[in-house]
Nanobody, 126 residues
Framework: QVQLVESGGGLVKPGGSLRLSCIAS????????VGWFRQAPGKEREAVSC????????YYLDSVKGRFTLSRDSAKNAVYLQVNNVKPEDTANYSC???????????????????WGKGTQVTVSS
């Protein structure tokens, strides 16, 4: 079965950390660029980060730079989003998605991504 499954979300206090996982089955995730998006209640889905399929390049939303880190684990067919120093405004449902390639001109565009997981909820609250 071809799918993307996210996990690792939960309730975390401000300043805490989480590692979100995006694990692929039925296809090789290394073939694709992988983006993370988030959607908070009442807000539009926004791009958080993307990792290139052909280089180590990663791209981040300005508000998460220095706090979020995106990486791959080819052996596990997975991509991980390390989320540090979380803030209440990080509360959202986080989804991963694939595209052929992401670069500085397109990584943030939802329409570039064709295959999505269902998401994992991150709630930041004291």
């Amino acid at each position: 079965q071809v799918q993307l499954v996210e996990s690792g979300g939960g309730l975390v206090k401000p300043g805490g950390s989480l590692r979100l996982s995006c694990i692929a089955s039925g296809f090789t995730l290394d073939t694709y660029a992988v983006g993370w998006f988030r959607q908070a209640p009442g807000k539009e889905r926004e791009a958080v980060s993307c990792i290139s399929s052909t280089s180590p390049n990663t791209y981040y939303l300005d508000s998460v730079k220095g706090r979020f880190t995106l990486s791959r684990d080819s052996a596990k067919n997975a991509v991980y989003l390390q989320v540090n120093n979380v803030k209440p405004e990080d509360t959202a449902n986080y989804s991963c998605a694939t595209t052929w390639e992401c670069d500085i001109s397109n990584w943030y565009k939802r329409t570039e991504y064709s295959f999505w997981g269902k998401g994992t909820q991150v709630t930041v609250s004291s």
